[in-house]
């Protein structure tokens, strides 16, 4: 699943500028379907989640200390948050949102249930699907044994012996 | 999914016939990489002189090697410039040698294509960036990118979805609503 969530991550930004999005996910057995699907929907709760970390609560409260010029405050992973939460939150509704929010017109409370309705991509699904995927070219044939056993008093010692009588002998 | 006949006849130029020219037209653009089961299928016929002449011909013609793997079946890499270039794809890293993994996953993208031609499938990075910027009006930084950089000192150039999986625009949705279907092949 590393590669997956690696994956989702990398294409997280371009996501959140999507409306909706139907994600397909084709294997050629169904054996991590169900992992696939706990990932997925576990990354846009994670994203959705204003309380939870790297989320969007955290976003304005972290740009609102840099809006505020308290740069002391702020680490250089802040710094990094605030640039990938611009891509990410950057909408405009948000935006209004983060202003609304430091004039005090709005309570956190108030904000993080209106940020529900902003949330992007609004509708998202997973779509497995199952191909062959020439998959069985690449494994071994069940009926072919992968070492041949050999008994110890069966087994051949190398003479040092090349000659075409040897060869044809041992045939 | 549209196959412009230029590209075809471009094909057909090398000694294909219609059938082996849209299959390989596909298999370049998709995935470099296919199997004698995957024609059989996309041309819908049993195993015989068919596919057998197209292997053959591929080959010869020196546009495609083969590799033998565990269940004696054969595994076709499309690598000759020429034919690249003639359906304008010369810049694709598929000609390249791939590791077993790699093959497997495009041998799944494009056994997914052959199933569902039905869709319009974006082909080339160019189409998916005038896409996601012009058509949506995505900026391009917040896009999946890969950094290369070139022979010359500080030299660099950003390929954008690299990882090459099939991706289409569901025309049943408004372009607004930016439905997109991504796919994610998996072994």
Known sequence: MDSFRTHLDAYLNLFTNLQSLNFRYIATRDTNFERAKKVFHGTFQRLWNPDGPSGLLQYFRTRRTWDEKHYGKLSNDDIAFINEGKERFGSQELEKLYRRWCAGEITENTMRSDSLKFRTPSEVSIIFSTVNGQAALFERHPHCAVNMPVKSSEETFFTGDFTPDFSSGSR | ?187
Not at chain 2, 34 to 57: E, H, I, M, N, Y
Not at chain 2, 161 to 172: E, G, I, R, T
């Open chain 2, 1 to 187: 999914m549209k196959i412009l006949p230029i590209h075809t006849e471009a094909l057909r130029g090398f000694g294909y016939t219609e059938e082996e020219a849209r299959f390989l037209y596909l298999v370049a653009t998709h995935s470099g990489y296919c199997t004698c089961q995957q024609f059989l299928q996309f041309v819908g016929t049993k195993p015989g002189k068919r596919s057998v002449d197209f292997a053959r011909k591929m080959v010869e013609k020196k546009h495609a090697s083969s590799k033998e793997y565990l269940r004696h079946g054969r595994v076709f890499h499309l690598f000759s410039r020429n034919l690249y270039e003639a359906i304008g794809r010369e810049n694709v890293r598929f000609r390249r040698v791939h590791s077993t993994e790699y093959i497997r996953t495009r041998l799944i993208a494009l056994d997914f294509i052959l199933r569902n031609q039905h869709f319009t499938y974006f082909e080339s990075e160019e189409q998916k960036l005038s896409f996601f910027c012009d058509q949506l009006g995505i900026d391009k930084k917040i896009l999946p990118y890969k950094r290369y950089s070139g022979a010359i000192k500080n030299n660099f150039s950003d390929r954008y979805f690299v990882d090459k999986f099939p991706m289409y625009y569901n025309p049943a949705a408004s372009l607004s609503c930016g439905d997109l279907q991504l796919h994610r092949p998996r072994i």
